[in-house]
């Protein structure tokens, strides 16, 4: 059964610092992996997209990178902003559905 | 596009009581799922459909059913609910998206549950 962690649960940083987000998943043998974020109260919005054949996936401030050997992707923010404050989580495609982990919940202090 | 549809948005049971949370997009997508949502647990699959008429128990199915009506709608049934069910429910479907062209899944606004 996969199993997908996130860590650090929670953080807050200051306003224009960069972000790092970590997920590691178990089986290694996994499709896609997929970043979400999540407002409070709303659904998810999709992130960014890694194919299993990639190494990184970048969208504006975003970049994700992908390491299937050590089973572990990492999200980088750049120059964080208060409206980047929410929860972001990881899911990785095994097979026919997608495991999530349990998220960061980031604040950005102005 | 409205993408995936959610009704209702928050609904309150007591203990017995039976509902249905309904589900629909208009993405032309074969697959849908049904997730709930806890704190500090992320999401866990309670039901998923493939393809028209046909579907599948997830991770936590017990004390749900579902019915995949067309290839539109998707809907998840407490026939009767228990406070356990407390939670906030997540319709999703997984298809080719529009501006990528990557398999991806889409998700509802959500379902917020409350058993007493």
């Known amino acids: 059964k996969q199993e997908v962690t996130q860590i650090p649960a929670a953080l807050s940083v200051p306003e224009g610092e960069n972000l790092v987000l970590n997920c590691s998943f178990t089986d290694s043998a996994i499709y896609n992996l997929q970043w979400f974020r999540q407002d409070p109260g709303k659904g998810l919005t999709s992130l960014l997209l890694?194919?299993?054949?990639?190494r990184e996936q970048t969208s504006g401030r975003l970049n994700a990178s992908l390491d299937k050997s050590s089973g572990r992707s990492t999200l980088y923010i750049a120059a964080s902003q208060p409206g980047d404050s929410a929860t972001y989580l990881c899911?990785?495609?095994?097979?026919?559905?997608?495991?999530f982990g349990a998220g960061t919940t980031v604040t950005v202090r102005a | 596009n409205a993408g995936v549809t959610q009704t209702p948005k928050f609904q309150v049971l007591k203990t017995g009581q039976s509902m249905t949370l309904q589900c629909a997009q208009d993405?032309?997508?074969?697959?849908m799922y049904w997730y709930r949502q806890d704190p500090g647990m992320g999401l866990r699959l309670i039901y998923y459909s493939a393809s028209e008429g046909t579907t599948d128990k997830g991770e936590v199915p017990n004390g749900y059913n579902v019915s995949r009506l067309n290839k539109r709608e998707f809907s998840l049934r407490l026939e009767s609910a228990a406070p356990s069910q407390t939670s906030v429910y997540f319709c999703?479907?997984?298809?080719?998206?529009?501006?990528?062209?990557?398999?991806?899944?889409?998700f509802g606004p959500g379902t917020r549950l409350t058993v007493t």
């Open positions: 890694i194919q299993s054949s990639q």
């Open positions: 993405m032309n997508h074969n697959s």
């Open positions: 899911a990785v495609w095994d097979d026919y559905k997608l495991s």
């Open positions: 999703a479907s997984s298809g080719i998206g529009t501006g990528n062209g990557r398999y991806e899944q889409y």
